[in-house]
């Protein structure tokens, strides 16, 4: 008997989609706070850090999702991939590149701001 259920397949594709569009709304940097106060710096770091934890999260259901339904269509090896998704995969990983590329964006304006080189407002 298989540790998961149709219940639980149906479970992780219905959380599948919410984690997508959380992502979705979470990498859109035009609704971030602006870079012209420290606050928002400082806020826009924790936006690119939750877009990392979302890709994370998208790819950990993924991978879970694909070991449930190999486990509930009887395959003898449920850590096969089975109905891996490409396109999704695609996404997960340009989320993850988006993602980190940010967090080092604003990194690099943090360490050029503490050099005494950005000359931004810091109220």
Same mark, same amino acid.
């Given at each position: 008997?298989?540790? &998961? ?5 149906? &479970? ?12 979705? !709304? ?20 924790? &936006? ?18 694909? !070991?449930? !339904? ?32 940010? !967090? ?20």
């Amino acid at each position: 008997m298989s540790a &998961f259920s149709k219940a639980d397949v149906t &479970f992780l594709r219905e959380r599948q989609r919410e984690l997508l569009e959380a992502y979705k !709304i979470a990498t859109d940097e035009s609704k971030w706070p602006t870079m012209e106060t420290k606050t928002g710096r400082g806020d826009r770091y924790w &936006f690119a850090r939750n877009a990392t934890v979302l890709a994370g999260a998208l790819h950990s259901n993924a991978k879970l999702l694909s !070991i449930a !339904i190999a486990a509930t269509s009887g395959k003898a090896d449920p850590t096969e991939e089975t109905e891996h998704d490409p396109a999704l995969a695609a996404l997960i990983d340009r989320g993850e590149r988006d993602a980190e590329a940010m !967090i080092a964006k604003l990194r690099e304006k943090d360490r050029a701001r503490a050099d005494g080189q950005g000359n931004a407002d810091e109220s």
